[in-house]
């Protein structure tokens, strides 16, 4: 097992907010970092090194994987060709089958059910003639999702009813789809879920997430799941992680259906640090962002104890305008990711209110 | 008065862990940093931007003040002409006042004298031959000071009886100095006080800090402090602070003299972060590193509210060898500075001991 040691450097494909954050975690521990990515980015600034390149020069991302002893990655629709020419220099955590999994829904979901953990109905859907097939295996209603690059809301269209199948299908462009039924479910929450090179596995406490408009808008610990529940959300993400030997932090949406047979369905997939474990940097110890590196870097996992309570909403588009009164309100930690243009959707900062631990942890 | 932005940026003289920690807690509120400084150091691996200057070259200096938004400083003996230099094109925050108090010991305990503090007796040494007298004035046990550039217990030499004087004298090399009684006290602390530029004042609970060989070794929280000699100190420390039109985050350290006539004498004082607070970062909502960034932007303080009792050590020169372990340790914040060289005496990172807060503030 190859541990990176302080003053190593660790690369980053993807230069955004999460690489940012990483990279902070990252000089937390005497680390060094080097962004890969295609513009320059949030990470950028306070990144050691930075390489501008598209992520097909295979040249250039060859040059930075020698540069670094660790390639990691912040978003995973990083194209497999690049993971694949950055492996051949340094080693790649996680690997490159997490990628493979998450950025295809249809593959994900497949590989999901086939570990056979609960997941919502779903069929291929590889034209429009496919759908009325898909429809009726799934039921309506249903979301029609493409297969890849889809996130934050974007590549989806909702089917009520067959007869709105053609509309779903043109909304999403006519690509290779994915049609899942949609669940009853009471409320979303998330398992992040960090593993280690040699196996060793800590899980943070359990979020409850809130979305607007596919966006992620609020993460609240504790999340009142019951304990047996949280049991089989923990024991789903563990499963999930070892059949990928995943390395690295790992988040796992799932619906919570109170009461029922599967209280636990598996939503999707996401083989980086996470939006709802963002409070994590505020409410525990180790942040997911340093344990994501300390797992990379094949040191031991650092505590995911959590001190505190926490509420964690995210600063989308304008919203961030109010960062003088979000700095002055007592209890508010703010995070602002200095991005220039506040446009629409784009997340800019988010802010944990955290309070003294009252609830049970879940 | 003017504030900083997030996308700002904020000059840092000094490339140190303490600008190196500062850049961090800068990037968390979106903010730039650039750091000025005369060797690559610590800091210049976060930071946005950095220019390898000395600090007697004024072209430099005023070229990096004019691409910054505000200027402040990491180490208290940045030269007063390039803190004025730099002041020609940027708010330098806090003001060359603090500088020229806290740089040289007599300046320094004259100052704090003169607001009706208690200090240790202390006189002026010109001269080998000034000793005998300064001795008369202070008694002995004292402690021999140079006025300057002495930090971690440099350019000090004891002096526990008369015949003591020509060698301490040459032991401090015969430059300008003070003469210090020394004080039986109980115990160090420090007060960690933050001003906003508005004339709002935070306090941080008080460490109760251990000295060896003149480096900080560790600092507890709580403190022990009885509640009436806890308010005494932040009362001086105030008094420091608001004589000094301070902005931004200044320790002043203390001695204990539990249940006499002055329980509190001020030893001496640090305008700018202060090891004695790095437990803040993880005990902590808003860290001493974001609320100087806070203040010296012109944004509101930051909660000081503690969450976690906290014991922080140091790591010294080759203690950081032990990374691997203190890594693995359950509870433990480990914090490197990314220096290459683990010399003697040199802060390589330090650890930060958390758990559930149980005793009362102090």
């Known amino acids: 097992m190859t541990s990176v040691s302080p003053g190593g450097t660790i690369g980053i494909l993807g230069g955004g907010q999460l690489g940012r954050m990483l990279a902070m975690a990252a000089a937390r521990l005497g680390l060094r970092t080097h962004i890969y990515c295609d513009h320059p980015g949030p990470a950028c600034d306070v990144a050691t090194h930075t390489t501008i390149g598209a992520f097909d020069d295979m040249t250039a991302v060859t040059t930075f994987a020698r540069a670094v002893d660790v390639v990691t990655y912040e978003f995973e629709n990083v194209p497999l060709a690049t993971a694949a020419a ?9 690997a490159t089958k997490a990628l493979e999994v998450a950025q295809d829904r249809l593959t994900e979901k497949t590989f999901v059910a086939g570990l056979g953990l609960p997941v919502a109905p779903f069929a291929a859907v590889a034209s429009e003639a496919d759908l009325a097939r898909a429809i009726a295996e799934t039921g309506v209603p249903a979301i029609l999702k493409t297969r890849r690059l889809g996130y934050d809301g974007k590549g989806q269209a909702p089917v009520s009813s067959p007869g709105e199948a053609r509309a779903a299908w043109t909304a999403i462009g006519g690509a290779a789809a994915i049609l899942e039924g949609r ?4 409320s979303e929450v998330s398992v992040l879920v960090v593993r280690a090179m040699d196996g060793a596995i800590a899980y943070y406490d359990i979020p409850r997430n809130t979305h607007s408009g596919g966006i992620l808008r609020r993460s609240i610990v504790p999340s009142s799941l019951p304990c047996a529940d949280a049991d089989q959300a923990r024991d789903i993400a563990r499963g999930i992680a070892e059949a990928l030997d995943y390395v690295g932090v790992l988040a796992v949406e799932m619906f919570h259906l109170p ?30 962002f340093e344990n994501h590196i300390r797992a990379v870097a094949g040191w031991p996992l650092g ?16 919203e961030a305008n109010d960062w003088a009164a979000l700095a002055a309100e007592p209890g508010a930690c703010l995070h602002l990711y200095g991005k220039n243009e506040a446009r629409e959707g784009r997340k800019m ?11 049970t942890p879940s």
């Open 349 to 359: 900062g988010h802010v944990t209110r955290v309070r003294v631990r009252t609830g």
């Open 259 to 288: 009461g029922t047979a599967a209280p636990l369905v598996v939503n999707e997939i996401a083989p980086r640090v996470h939006n709802s474990g963002h409070w994590t940097l505020d409410a525990c110890a180790v942040s997911q």
């Open 183 to 186: 669940i009853a479910f009471a």
């Open 86 to 94: 950055a492996e051949t220099c340094s080693p790649l955590r996680p």
């Open 303 to 318: 505590a995911t104890t959590r001190h505190s309570d926490a509420e964690m909403d995210n600063l989308i588009g304008p």
